[in-house]
């Protein structure tokens, strides 16, 4: 694969924003640090969190395009065991900035941090905004099969004719994630992706690693060939895999050296067709009653029957 159109480097988000143009960027979709204490911030108040992200939100806004999005994927803030949903703390900022929320997309998955002293966590929400109401939105090239494709209206001026869309359906805003290996689930109703952890085949060296089809999904659906794609917070590169592999140009910036050389070493991978990753319409596996992890395990048999 011949891939030019990129720039990915290690450097302060806000000053790389302020050297791009007005209205440059045709989408940009992150993952931004939750305040939550990993390798790669510093916790600070929930207070200090958000006032430290409110200039880099004013820049990012002036550099999208007029017919672009922003899809901004975040989760939440934990602190004395309060949970603080950061999508409803963005959610204001990004509307005094003139934007428009066109979905509030959930993303479920079925693994996670187990909780003891609250229901374990197991969403997180990626709030998709517009700059205007003219806006690129290619829902054909994200359609999924049809559940009754044979369905028809049973009443009015159209009764006897077929009700859906021979492309397939809307695949909805819920989207399931699930760290199972898999098969095609474009067929489903529920979009399911799996999050990357210690078994998934996308897996390398940073703890919140975007999957690249998560990234695929949203970059087919909300910007065309040739267009820029840009992640504030690109982490090992999977947004601008998910970019380069449907022809737009990427950039990316990365506080962390280290997770720029990984992503760096996966865009050579790309380019040489060795990379790792999840195809796009592959389905998730679900365990046989006869599959190991799907038994109950000896030593609760033991300890039931004492």
Not at 93 to 111: A, P, S
Request: include cysteine; charge should be neutral.
């Amino acid at each position: 694969m011949n891939i030019l159109n990129y720039e990915y480097k290690c450097c302060d988000a806000l000053n790389f924003s302020k050297t791009l143009s007005d209205g440059s960027i045709k989408l940009l979709i992150t993952s931004p640090p939750y305040n939550i204490g990993k390798e790669y911030e510093t916790k600070v108040s929930i207070e200090e969190y958000i006032a430290g992200m409110k200039p880099m939100l004013r820049e990012f806004v002036r550099v999208l395009d007029g017919t672009g999005s922003i899809c901004w994927q975040t989760g939440n803030f934990v602190e004395g065991g309060e949970v603080f949903p950061l999508d409803i703390f963005f959610y204001p900022i990004f509307k005094q900035l003139g934007l428009q929320l066109r979905n509030r997309i959930i993303w479920h998955f079925g693994h996670g941090l187990h909780c003891l002293k609250r229901f374990s966590g197991r969403y997180e929400t990626i709030l998709w905004f517009t700059k205007s109401n003219n806006y690129t939105f290619n829902l054909d090239d994200v359609r999924t099969s049809s559940k009754y494709p044979g369905k028809r209206y049973y009443k009015g001026e159209r009764r006897g004719e077929i009700s859906g869309n021979r492309k397939g359906k809307n695949p909805e805003d819920v989207w399931e994630l699930t760290i199972e290996r898999l098969y095609d689930d474009w067929e489903t109703l529920i979009w399911n992706i799996p999050n990357v952890k210690a078994n998934h085949i996308e897996k390398v060296d940073h703890p919140c690693q975007f999957p690249i089809e998560l990234v695929e999904r949203c970059v087919l659906a909300l910007s065309n060939e040739e267009d820029v794609v840009y992640d504030p917070f690109a982490g090992v590169g999977s947004t601008l895999l998910g970019a380069l592999k449907n022809h737009r140009r990427a950039l990316g910036t990365e506080h962390e050296q280290k997770y720029v050389d990984i992503g760096l070493q996966r865009i050579g991978q790309l380019q040489n067709d060795t990379l790792k990753s999840r195809p796009i319409y592959q389905q998730i596996y679900i365990p046989r009653p006869t599959d190991k992890v799907a038994q109950i395990p000896n030593e609760w048999k033991e300890c039931s029957a004492v």
